[in-house]
C-alpha cells in the first residue's frame, strides 16, 4: 500500500509482517477520534531496514513501530530515550524536529496495564519476575523505575537472570526455577514474561496459593486471553493484569507521538481485539 501524501500515516515494520493486531488498534483510534490518518504493515528484509528507515520521511511516514527482528536495527539507527537504551531495543520510532528519535512502549504498556488492572499494585516490596528474554528487560526497568525495591529474576538459563540483573544493579537479584517455591511467599507481584502458557507451549507450572494475600499476579501471555495462572490466581481472589491489556497500554504512547492525541484503552477496542484474537 502506497502511503498517503497529505495525509499522516505510520506503520509497523517487521520480517516476516506477521499477522498483528496494532492496525486494528490504530485505525480504531484514528476512526473514533476522527483523525484522517493511516496505518500500514510493511515486510521489511534485515538488509532493507536500514534505508527503509533512513528514508521513512520520505515515504510518507511520521513514524513506526517495530517488531521482530528489527528492534535492535532501530535502536541504533536513533536516538533512544532512557527506556529504549536500558532495554536495548527501540519498538517505537517517530521525528523530532526532523530526529528520528525511538522509545520502548512495552515499559509504560506492562506499568499503565497494572495501574489499570490492579491499582496499588506498587505496594508490593517484592517481585518475582520469571523470564529474562526481551521483555522481562521492560518489566524489570519499569518495576524498578517505579520504585519496587526487589525483583528476584528467574530464568531456565541461570546465567541470562544473572546478566540482566548485572545490568540493573543489586535491586535485581537472579535465581534459578528451583527457586521458584521459596520466593513465592515474598512475592507481591508475580509476573510471567516466559512464553510458558501460551498456545503450543508447556504448562506454567505455579502454586499460586504459596503467594501472600493481596498478591497481583500479571501475565504477558495473551493467547490464550485467561491463562492458566490468571485463572488460578482469579480463583484464589487475587488481582491480576492481563497480555492484551499490557499490549493495549503500549500502544497509547507510539499513537500520541505520530497522531498528537493521546488515546484511551477502553473496553469498546479490546472488544475488538479479543473478536480478533479468537477468529486467529
Ligand atoms: P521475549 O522477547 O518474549 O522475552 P525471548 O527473549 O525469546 O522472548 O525470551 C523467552 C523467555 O521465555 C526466556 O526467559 C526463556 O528462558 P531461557 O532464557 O532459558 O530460554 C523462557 N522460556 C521459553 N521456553 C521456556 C521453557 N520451556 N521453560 C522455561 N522457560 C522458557
Known amino acids: 500500500m502506497t502511503t498517503a501524501a497529505r495525509t499522516p500515516a505510520a506503520c509497523l515494520i517487521g520480517w516476516p509482517a506477521a499477522h498483528s493486531r496494532s492496525p486494528l488498534i490504530h485505525r480504531y483510534w484514528l476512526r473514533t ?16 531496514f536500514r534505508d527503509f528507515v533512513l528514508r521513512l520521511s520520505l515515504r510518507g511516514f511520521v ?15 536513533s536516538k533512544p530515550d532512557a527506556r529504549a537504551k536500558a532495554v536495548g531495543a ?12 525511538s522509545t520502548n512502549t512495552d515499559v509504560e504498556g506492562f506499568i499503565n496495564n497494572l495501574d489499570a488492572s490492579a491499582p496499588g499494585w506498587d505496594k508490593a516490596q517484592e517481585a518475582l519476575v520469571l523470564g529474562a528474554g526481551g521483555a522481562s528487560r521492560a518489566v524489570v526497568f519499569g518495576l524498578i523505575d517505579r520504585g519496587i525495591k526487589t525483583v528476584h529474576l528467574v530464568n531456565r538459563t541461570v546465567a541470562r537472570a544473572q546478566a540482566l540483573a548485572g545490568q540493573f544493579g543489586s535491586g535485581v537479584q537472579p535465581a534459578g526455577w528451583d527457586e521458584v517455591e521459596k520466593l513465592l511467599p515474598r512475592a507481591g507481584l508475580l509476573v510471567n514474561t516466559t512464553s510458558l502458557g501460551q498456545h503450543g507451549q508447556p504448562r506454567l507450572e505455579i502454586d499460586v496459593a504459596r503467594l501472600p494475600d493481596g498478591a497481583v499476579v500479571a501475565d504477558l501471555v495473551y493467547v490464550p486471553l485467561q491463562t492458566e495462572l490468571l485463572a488460578a490466581a482469579q480463583a484464589r481472589g487475587l488481582k491480576t493484569a492481563d497480555g492484551l491489556g499490557m499490549l493495549l497500554h503500549q500502544a497509547v504512547r507510539g499513537f500520541e507521538l505520530w497522531f498528537g492525541r493521546r488515546p484511551q484503552v477502553t473496553s469498546e477496542l479490546r472488544a475488538l481485539v479479543e473478536a480478533d484474537l479468537k477468529h486467529a
Open 90 to 101: 527501540a519498538n517505537t520510532l517517530w521525528f523530532r524536529d526532523g530526529e528520528l528519535c
Open 33 to 48: 477520534l476522527g483523525i484522517e490518518g493511516g496505518y500500514v504493515i510493511e515486510a521489511v528484509p534485515p538488509d532493507d
Open 63 to 77: 513514524g513506526a513501530n517495530v517488531t521482530i527482528p528489527h528492534k535492535e536495527q532501530a535502536l541504533a539507527l
